[in-house]
């Protein structure tokens, strides 16, 4: 099974902050790779898939990047709206798997 | 617009069984490979099983392999996940997901709002 890790687990930053989550894969996916935020209480919403490419509606301040085995989710600027949880998921193989999660407080 | 609204969570005592639903619309549900995904209290999300468009192929995540089995109804645009022999370990919010990308690798493109499954001693 692939497994990834994302680091921090948790973070806090103000509004305007730049902000970058990892998410670091055990085995090469190419770009096989989606970002979700999840805000306390909702379902997950998908961000971007194809390590880069946004959803439609996704704020532009959102971006993602990276191949292989490292990724990266960047805020450009923090709002308060961005307070949830991320979770990356690879689906170069299955099982599909998540990482663990990363907290952003504001 | 997607609509994913799942139902049938609830209470169940350890090793019996429950059959979650998940009604789609919005979407051409037939055409979609499905997925259902949970998250456990204090845990992160875990992909649990997928459905092909056509029925013909399933994949299960280990722990749940030979205890659960997902279904659908394409004529009724329904997905099904009957869980059997229910561990304290299967206790979670049950996501119903419809797949994006390319079937059996696919990324999770739209989520219902969940069901709660409590699993109990």
């Known amino acids: 099974d692939i497994r990834l890790t994302q680091s921090p687990a948790s973070l806090s930053a103000s509004v305007g902050d730049r902000v970058t989550i990892t998410c670091r894969a055990s085995q090469g996916i190419i770009k096989s790779l989606a970002w979700y935020q999840q805000r306390p209480g909702r379902a997950p919403k998908l961000l971007l898939s194809g390590a880069s490419k946004l959803e439609s509606g996704v704020p532009s301040t959102f971006s993602g990047g990276g191949s292989g085995t490292d990724f990266t989710l960047t805020i450009s600027s923090l709002q308060p709206d961005d307070s949830a949880t991320y979770f990356c998921q690879q689906y170069y193989g299955v099982p599909l798997t998540l990482g663990g999660g990363t907290r952003v407080e504001i | 617009q997607v609509s994913l609204v799942e139902s049938g969570g609830g209470v169940v005592q350890s090793g019996m069984s429950l059959t979650l639903s998940c009604t789609a619309s919005g979407f051409g549900f037939s055409y979609s490979g499905m997925h259902w995904v949970r998250h456990a209290p204090g845990k992160g999300l875990e992909w649990v099983a997928e459905?092909?468009?056509?029925?013909?192929?399933?994949f299960y995540m280990d722990s749940v392999k030979g205890r659960f089995i997902v279904s659908r109804d394409n004529s009724g645009n329904t997905l099904y996940l009957q869980m059997n022999s229910l561990r304290l370990g299967d206790t979670g919010i049950y996501y119903c997901?419809?797949?994006?990308?390319?079937?059996?690798?696919?990324?999770?493109?739209?989520w219902g709002q969940g069901t709660l499954v409590t699993v109990s001693s």
């Open positions: 997901v419809k797949g994006g990308g390319y079937y059996p690798r696919q990324y999770f493109e739209s």
């Open positions: 459905i092909s468009f056509d029925e013909n192929k399933k």
